[in-house]
């Protein structure tokens, strides 16, 4: 079964910090991949996604990612961090099946 | 803009209840999804439904059923309420696509009580 692993489970960083959160799956397959972003009390929501072609792909407000196939990983960056990006972030691939397997998740706190 | 509506945002039961949760999806999309999201273990999936009468189990299905009588609206009960069943359970949604690629779109969430 696939599993998605997301390294650090709460991130705590000053306003213009670099983040990077660490995302790694374990099938060796074609896999899709996608960053999910949570802000308090909104729902989930589409940060960035990966299928095919440059391996670096940007996302909304700021985000990049980048996929590493010889590593299995996709991780989220973003130069500079803002208060606003306070949120709970999710890694997810969707292999051969329908359906989506998520990361626990990484809680960002930005202290202004 | 997709939109996944779930009917309730708060709900409290009573332990052994039949519970309810409702979603209904608007753009036409082939898959639908439950996933309950508990701190620390991220989203896990109960059920998920790739067409109408169709489901599937996930990773958590025990105590739980589903209901896909109509392509928008996708159902989850819960048999007999317990309360480790107390969590935030959420709907998404995505159409199906041979190369994988769709995102998933998610309603607001339910936070189930069960006391």
């Known amino acids: 079964a696939q599993s998605v692993s997301q390294h650090n489970h709460h991130v705590i960083l000053s306003e213009a910090a670099s983040l990077e959160l660490g995302c790694n799956y374990s099938?060796?397959?074609?896999?899709?991949l996608f960053w999910y972003v949570q802000y308090p009390g909104q729902h989930l929501q589409l940060l960035l996604k990966y299928f095919s072609g440059d391996p670096l792909v940007k996302g909304i407000k700021g985000f990049e990612a980048e996929f590493i196939k010889s590593k299995f990983s996709f991780n989220l960056r973003k130069p500079s961090v803002q208060w606003s990006d306070t949120a709970e972030y999710f890694c997810?691939?969707?292999?051969?099946?329908?359906?989506?397997?998520f990361g626990d998740g990484t809680t960002l706190t930005v202290k202004p | 803009d997709v939109k996944v509506t779930q009917s309730s945002r708060y709900l409290v039961k009573r332990t052994g209840e039949k519970v309810f949760l409702e979603c209904v999806q608007d753009?036409?999309?082939?898959?639908m999804f439950w996933y309950r999201q508990d701190p620390g273990l991220g989203l896990r999936l109960i059920y998920f439904s790739y067409d109408v009468k169709m489901k599937e189990k996930g990773d958590i299905p025990e105590g739980y059923s589903v209901s896909r009588e109509k392509k928008e609206r996708f159902s989850l009960i819960l048999e007999s309420a317990s309360t480790n069943q107390t969590s935030m359970y959420l709907c998404?949604?995505?159409?199906?696509?041979?190369?994988?690629?769709?995102?998933?779109?998610f309603g607001q969430g339910t936070r189930l009580t069960v006391v």
């Open positions: 997810a691939v969707n292999d051969d099946g329908s359906k989506s397997t």
């Open positions: 998404a949604s995505r159409y199906l696509r041979a190369d994988r690629a769709s995102e998933a779109f």
């Open positions: 099938y060796g397959g074609t896999v899709n």
């Open positions: 753009m036409d999309h082939e898959n």
